[in-house]
């Protein structure tokens, strides 16, 4: 078999997998209104798909500790039921993920979602035997940020350092991005998911791409 650059790709998985827009905006938008926030534009809560929920909670809305921890269960309690499957594969997925599949790379989900939600949405759509490894948050708020998320797939893994390097971390948020740069592994930035201006510059992506199709390029090439 080709020596391949990169032999274990992890994957995000909003905004780079699949479109969960619709899910993680109206769920925000469900939380918030406990608030007395009320959000008609959706457009405007597409800052909770990607970093941790309670950071948006708080970045975007400036809420205490104990309102984001309320946020967060109002959150999940409407994600749960119904949030968790308002969403869509991106058209080229599947195919990229079987095509890598034949090649021999490893392939990993490393996600802040829960990981049980993770798991649901990928058995859902068909997906989940392509992945060697579903790596997600704890529903008691740990290891969400995505070095965390990155570190336990290394863990389960057993990776060594040497292991490590040739692992390459693939994400549509800035988020992606500077868990890999924490974690010494690359990163690729696409630009389909939901990144805003140039925080996938900004943040010093290894590579950017545009398109599913030119990810599957080049991953089949690297």
Request: proline share 1%; hydrophobic share 35%.
């Amino acid at each position: 078999m080709e020596d391949f650059m990169y032999h274990t790709l992890l994957f995000d998985l909003d905004g780079t997998i699949i479109n969960s827009k619709e899910g993680i905006t109206k769920s925000a938008q469900y939380a918030l209104s406990f608030f007395d926030i009320h959000e008609s534009d959706l457009d405007k809560l597409e800052v909770f798909i990607g970093p941790p929920l309670g950071q948006s909670f708080q970045e975007y809305y400036h809420l205490s500790d104990e309102q984001t921890k309320k946020a967060v269960t109002l959150f999940r309690e409407r994600y749960a039921s119904i949030g968790v499957y308002e969403n869509e594969v991106y058209d080229g997925i599947e195919d990229l993920l079987a095509s890598l599949k034949e090649t021999g790379k490893k392939i990993a989900l490393a996600t802040s979602k829960p990981e049980n939600f993770a798991i649901a949405i990928l058995e859902k759509y068909n997906l989940s035997s392509y992945f060697d490894l579903i790596v997600g948050s704890k529903l008691d708020g740990s290891r969400d940020s995505k070095k965390e998320v990155i570190e336990e797939v290394f863990h389960r893994l057993s990776y060594s350092e040497t292991d490590r390097k040739e692992c390459i971390m693939i994400g549509d948020r800035k988020h992606d991005i500077l868990g890999a740069a924490a974690c010494n592994i690359d990163s690729i930035g696409v630009r389909y998911g939901f990144s805003t201006g140039q925080e996938l510059e900004e943040t010093n992506a290894t590579f950017v791409l545009e398109s599913v199709q030119e990810l599957k390029q080049f991953l089949l090439t690297h």
